[in-house]
Nanobody
């Protein structure tokens, strides 16, 4: 499994970015698919941001990003996106996507991680 993130950058507060996570060796729409976005800011612990499962089809968001971020899948490109709107300076972090095995708890069970993409909001 290989996950490659892209789409990070610098943006002003209130702006938008869309992060991409291109997967190989893993089908993002498989019935057992479970993909999550995490972020880690300097000096802080890594936190789960958004996640999606295929069966049943559920999405889940951290309170801090609810109503601002959306996790999406593109079946033709085998890619998962994180659409981020109304960005705030506190959203500044390295963002990672990860896949794993669903064990009943969101943001747990990740087995494979991408290399990350930096998001800076000023």
């Amino acid at each position: 499994v290989q996950l490659v993130e892209s789409g990070g950058g610098s943006v002003q507060a209130g702006g938008s970015l869309r992060l991409s996570c291109a997967a190989s060796g893993y089908t993002v729409t498989a019935t057992s698919a479970y993909i999550a976005w995490f972020r880690q800011a300097p000096g802080k612990e890594r936190e789960g941001v958004a996640a999606i499962r295929s069966l049943p089809s559920y999405t889940y968001y951290a309170d801090s990003v609810e109503d601002r971020f959306t996790i999406l899948r593109d079946t033709t490109k085998n890619t998962v996106y994180l659409q981020m709107n109304s960005l705030k300076p506190e959203d500044t972090a390295m963002y990672y996507c990860a896949t794993g095995t669903w064990g009943g708890i969101w943001f747990r069970g990740q087995n494979y991680w991408g290399q990350g993409t930096q998001v800076t909001v000023s």
